[in-house]
């Protein structure tokens, strides 16, 4: 009896009764169309008028079902009601696309039919059925006029088989409603689906998202690693000449402060930038630029000579960021993996395009990845490409060179 009664036909039962119940003022309207071609007919008592209205009431459900919010109520009653399988999803948002608002109109459509059909045989049939199991047991309901029972079947067989015979009409009352809810379910994933357009777009939603995550986990790693790095380099060096050095201490204790200061105001700002991520907001990654490498030079705790060529202020905004990272992490990989005998050499040229070149000794020994790391260059090259702008990482001359070259027009203003 599962199939016919368990917990899942019910729910789908319910969902055909709702379905008739959204068919019935389609049907009404259908019936007064009816009404006015058969002037004085009495469109209840007869089924070929029934039928008609019933005709009639169809497509004007589907023209209904066209607009773009009847997807996703239907979805969602499909969703809790027709019992569907977890590897078949149905769509989540409204039909924009013209093959959506027909598949979703194809649904309402069977929807309401096949509801309709289905609650007035259950009107009609449930009483009448019990009527039949209770003819043998109540004289009064034989007696009736309103039962009006053949003489053919006023007979004892005939009373006898009566409850098998109504317990019949109850079991095929239920065998129908189980096979029309079993065909919605089958036709919820086609016709609610996801369309193509639908799962492009939702390729492109998970796309962005990810750029989302990765400009974070670039902005995260950028700005707190150099200055966890900056930090242990600063506080190493305190501790071996805390009883011989005390200035040394002292500015080492104030380059600590000032860059810890600095890379809490940068986190403030990225967690800010989720924040507007969430609720819909902009999504331009704050930050310093090319005006701030002083001060990230004062304390990134390393001998840099730095060397500035043309003006650092006709660098766009968006384009200064990136290349302030650029360098950030250049100088937070000379502060890991370099050498301690020479500077490191930082030349910033802007021209015709921003050039970075950043040289540090190669280090004493092969340097140690940590496990998960290694991210940085790989940072870098993903910073310059945004920009339509390329890095190179690699031994030159005896040390380690970082170069970058970027335009001064991002993609995004060009297509302007």
């Known amino acids: ?22 068919l019935m003022p389609y049907f009404l309207v259908g019936t007064v169309i ?75 459509t069977l929807h309401v039919g096949l509801g309709g059909i289905i609650s007035g045989m259950t009107l009609a049939l449930v009483p009448f059925a019990v009527g039949v199991v209770a003819l043998p047991f109540l004289t009064a309901v034989r007696d009736s006029a309103v039962t009006g029972l053949p003489e053919a079947l006023d007979r004892p067989w ?51 998202e990810l750029a989302v995550r990765n400009r974070l986990a670039r902005e995260l790693h950028d700005s707190v690693g150099h200055a966890l ?4 380099l600063q506080a190493g060096a305190a501790r071996r000449v805390l009883d011989t050095d005390p200035e040394f201490v002292r500015d080492a204790l104030t380059a600590i402060e000032e860059t810890t200061r600095r890379t809490v105001d940068e986190l403030d700002a990225v967690l800010g930038l989720l924040r507007k991520d969430d609720d819909g907001g902009q999504d331009e990654v704050p930050g310093p630029g090319l005006d701030a490498v002083d001060e ?35 100088l937070s990989n000379a502060l890991r993996h370099g050498g301690r005998d020479e500077p490191v050499r930082l030349r910033i040229a802007v021209g015709a395009r921003l050039e970075i070149v950043l040289d540090s000794p190669l280090p004493d020994r092969p ?32 040390r380690w060179r970082l170069t970058a070259a970027l335009p001064l027009h991002t993609p995004e203003q060009e297509r302007r």
């Open 158 to 208: 005939a009373l006898a088989l009566a409850p098998v015979a109504g317990v019949a009409m109850l079991a095929a009352l239920a065998g129908c409603a189980a096979a029309a809810g079993a065909l919605l379910a089958d036709r919820a994933p086609v016709l609610l689906g996801p369309t193509p357009d639908d799962r492009l777009a939702a390729a492109e939603r998970r796309a962005a």
């Open 367 to 398: 340097p140690v990845v940590r496990p998960g790391g290694g991210r940085g260059l790989r940072g870098i090259a993903e910073r310059a490409v945004l920009l339509g702008g390329r890095t190179e990482a690699g031994a030159h001359d005896g």
């Open 229 to 232: 790095s900056a930090v242990t």
């Open 34 to 108: 009816v009404g006015l071609y058969s002037p004085g007919a009495d469109v209840f008592s007869s089924p070929a008028h029934q039928l008609s209205a019933f005709a009639y009431a169809l497509p004007m459900a589907a023209v209904t079902a066209l607009l773009p919010l009847a997807r996703p109520l239907s979805a969602a009653a499909a969703r809790a009601l027709c019992g569907l399988p977890a590897d078949r999803p149905l769509a989540d948002g409204p039909a924009r696309t013209r093959q959506a608002r027909i598949r979703s109109a194809a649904w309402f």
């Open 1 to 22: 009896m599962r199939p016919l009664l368990g917990r899942r036909a019910r729910l789908r039962w319910l969902h055909l009764i709702i379905g008739g119940a959204l």
């Open 296 to 330: 990230l030079l004062a304390h990134c705790g390393l001998s840099v000579a730095y060397t500035a060529e043309g003006d650092p202020g006709a660098v766009p905004a968006a384009v200064s960021r990136q290349a302030y990272r650029i360098v950030q992490e250049g």
